[in-house]
């Protein structure tokens, strides 16, 4: 069985012949599809682990979803095959992250600054 595997250990279960750009597994109904979106977060694509079988295949680092997010097809059985694509994140994405967490990393600091006034 062809599975990736999140940085938090989430198993997705996906097609056989996957790639790193097209992903599909199958899920039963739309109501699931918000519950793989929170699934694919920054932070659990900060190490995406394709298995078959249970042994790695790859090991890919810092991903993102392309866009459009998912392509969706209805089959007769009632499930839907949903397929979406990773990319690495560019040096500009990551050194954003990077800037952004050193922004809240100083306003941490100084609230507890202000606290201890």
Do not use: C
């Not at 920054?42 to 682990?49: A, F, I, Q, W, Y």
């Not at 298995?51 to 790859?58: H, N, P, R």
């Not at 392309?66 to 969706?72: A, E, G, L, M």
């Amino acid at each position: 069985m062809d599975k990736i595997v999140l940085k938090d250990g989430t198993e997705i279960e996906i097609h056989e012949g996957a790639s790193i750009s097209s992903i599909t597994t199958n899920i039963y109904g739309y109501e699931y599809l918000d519950t793989l979106s929170k699934q694919l977060t920054t932070e659990n694509l900060s190490e995406v682990k394709f298995t078959i079988d249970d042994k790695v295949t790859g090991i890919y680092e810092n991903m993102v979803t392309t866009n459009p997010k998912f392509q969706i097809r209805e089959t007769d059985e009632g499930w839907l095959e949903v397929t979406f694509g990773l990319r690495e994140r560019t040096a500009d994405e990551l050194h954003y992250e990077d800037l952004s967490r050193q922004v809240t990393d100083a306003q941490v600091a100084i609230a507890e600054i202000y606290e201890t006034m």
